[in-house]
Nanobody, 121 residues
Framework: QLQLVESGGGLVQPGGSLRLSCAAS????????MGWYRQAPGKPRELVAT???????NYPDSLKGRFTISRDNAKNTVYLQTNSLKPEDTAVYYC???????????????WGQGTQVTVSS
């Protein structure tokens, strides 16, 4: 069964850092774009960062410079390094990946269960 499992969330003080990880497992033939999204209480889910299989990255302007996305294709894992965290970064962070399962001819989007990031003193 294909799944994405996030880890690395937690409670951090303002100005601190966290490194989130998301590992895809199962019958995977290929993964194209991987990304991170977040959702704060009462707000819609928003894009944090994406990275393609060739390493091309994309960030919203509001997060450029503080967050860095990377991936290890051999491990089917994507990372999000978050620095200079602010209370407004508090949210559930979700991993997303476009996966081509073995035996399939189309990529399908998969989501992780989410990991809570809380920025508070």
């Amino acid at each position: 069964q294909l799944q994405l499992v996030e880890s690395g969330g937690g409670l951090v003080q303002p100005g601190g850092s966290l490194r989130l990880s998301c590992a895809a497992s199962g019958s995977i033939r290929s993964i194209n774009v991987m990304g991170w999204y977040r959702q704060a209480p009462g707000k819609p889910r928003e894009l944090v960062a994406t990275i393609s299989s060739d390493g091309t990255t994309n960030y919203p302007d509001s997060l450029k410079g503080r967050f860095t996305i990377s991936r290890d294709n051999a491990k089917n894992t994507v990372y999000l390094q978050t620095n200079s965290l602010k209370p407004e970064d508090t949210a559930v962070y979700y991993c997303n990946a476009g996966i081509l399962p073995h035996g399939s001819i189309t990529y399908k989007p998969y989501w992780g269960q989410g990991t809570q990031v809380t920025v508070s003193s």
